[in-house]
């Protein structure tokens, strides 16, 4: 058969248009695709909510790909080795309590998982502000090309409406940080979001899934971008409670979709 070069253009743009077209309007926006939002991805599509992702690098899963150091394998305590049997990612036990996986099938398999879902992962696409409406909730995302603003191009942004919008935003806490940036004191009074404190893995697991709350309305926060907002201690390459802060993010989002 000849190939026909401007069939195959055809075929990435349409297919991409009308996916990004059906996903303008969704239950759930997530931003960010570390391993918290892809775990709270898979759960929201597999229980019906229209869950859309935007990630503004070129690869999804965060700071998992790096394990500890660049070494690729990150840890994971017994709590949530039943998350990584619901995925049938390889663990073995190193000592009593503490689980060794390999970092890059658990990202292949978080996010394989998640479009097998049914939820759409859009990557290179910055998130870089949110809507507010007159009813003080967040309503939808305003987003734009992470080439566009890395070039620093004035192009403008365009938008996506959401019911719940989940910041996965690791260290940045970007979401939450533009909210309470143009809402002043709106997510942690007036002090502001001050990140997160010093490694102590043993609070930093705990805290990460408490602190995993709808911060405004509409708004939830979870993973590393919980720590950042609460000003709890960091953890380092140990990734159980990035895992349950994704699955208590998506059972917030589902509770307020009336799921
Ligand atoms: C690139 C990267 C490398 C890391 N490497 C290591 C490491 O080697 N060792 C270690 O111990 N810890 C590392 N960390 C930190 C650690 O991985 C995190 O604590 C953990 O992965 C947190 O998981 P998370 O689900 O909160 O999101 P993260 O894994 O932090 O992922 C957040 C995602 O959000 C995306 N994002 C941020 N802002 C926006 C936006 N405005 N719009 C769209 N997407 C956005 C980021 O690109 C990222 O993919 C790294 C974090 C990152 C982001």
Redesign the pocket.
């Known amino acids: 058969m000849a190939l026909d070069e401007i069939k195959v253009t055809r075929a990435i743009v349409e297919s991409y248009v009308e996916s990004f077209l059906k996903f303008t309007d969704v239950d759930v926006a997530l ?7 892809l775990v709270a991805a898979k759960k929201l599509a597999e229980n019906d909510a229209k869950t859309v992702l ?4 070129l690869s999804v899963g ?3 790909w ?5 070494f690729p394998r990150i840890v994971v305590q017994s709590e949530a080795c039943r998350i990584l049997e619901e995925y049938d990612i390889w663990y073995r036990e190193f000592d009593e309590g503490y689980y060794v996986a390999n970092s890059i099938e658990t990202v292949a398999k978080l996010t394989a998982r998640a479009i097998d879902a049914g939820a759409e992962i859009f990557n290179l ?4 502000d949110v809507m507010i409406r007159e009813d003080d909730r967040v309503t939808g995302l305003v987003i734009n090309w992470t080439t566009a603003q890395m070039a620093g191009l004035p192009i403008d942004p365009l938008s996506v409406r959401a019911k719940v919008v989940i910041d ?5 806490a ?1 979401i939450c940080r533009v909210v309470q940036k143009k809402i002043p004191g709106a997510i942690v009074g007036l002090s502001g979001i001050s990140g997160e404190r010093p490694m102590w893995a043993e609070v930093g697991e705990r805290n990460v899934v408490e602190a995993t709350r709808e911060v405004y309305p509409g708004l939830i926060v979870c ?3 919980a720590a950042a907002v609460s000003a709890g201690p960091r953890m ?2 140990i990734f159980g409670g ?1 895992l349950q802060s994704g699955e208590r993010a998506a059972a917030i989002a589902l509770e307020k979709l009336g799921r």
Do not use: Y
């Open positions: 931003v960010g695709a570390g391993p918290a939002n935007f990630e503004k690098r965060g700071g998992v790096g394990g500890g150091m660049m696409v910055t998130v870089e996965g935003t690791g260290h940045d970007a993973g590393m971008a380092g390459p990035m």
